[in-house]
């Protein structure tokens, strides 16, 4: 069992901003979710939208921003438990795709800890292993994932 680190806030930290700040230390454990193109609803991305836009406007130190945060992502993932979309890593074929795609590199590009597989999305506790970028991983992840599940499914839509 590898050694597990945690975000360490002395220590260097990468943060990267798209909708909502990353932050990254190497080698240390990452939470991570993704989620199916369907699995909300326009009318939710919108109200989200919304959200972020608000948040971003108020002056708010880092403390307040962080809790902000996290209650948006408590929000999505109220969403995502709803059960919005096609669901379909319901399937069991398309669910063992994400499966295999997630123990493929194990060990040697990251240290995987736990994941979940649900209906419309994909919650994963990893830890990378050396420089390996986890926007890499994750990428390299989605892309066999949405490529193998396209192919069951027989669509050209995104996953």
Request: proline residues 4%; contains cysteine; charged residues 20%.
């Amino acid at each position: 069992m590898p050694h597990i680190t945690f975000l360490n806030r002395h220590s260097d930290i990468l943060i990267q901003c798209g909708h909502l700040p990353h932050w990254f230390q190497p080698e240390a454990v990452q939470f991570i979710t993704f989620r199916l193109a369907d699995s909300l609803p326009q009318t939710k991305l919108q109200e989200l939208a919304l959200m972020r836009e608000a948040l971003g406007r108020r002056e708010t130190n880092e403390e307040e921003l962080t809790a902000e945060e996290e209650r948006l992502e408590d929000i999505v993932d109220g969403w995502l438990m709803q059960g919005y979309g096609g669901c379909v890593l319901s399937n069991a074929q398309c669910r063992q795709f994400v499966e295999d795609a997630l123990f493929f590199n194990d060990k040697q590009t990251y240290h995987l800890h736990a994941f979940v597989v649900m209906p419309n999305h994909v919650h994963i506790l990893l830890s990378p292993i050396g420089e390996n970028s986890v926007i890499s991983i994750v990428s390299k992840l989605k892309r066999y994932s949405s490529r193998m599940i396209k192919q069951c499914v027989a669509t050209d839509g995104n996953v």
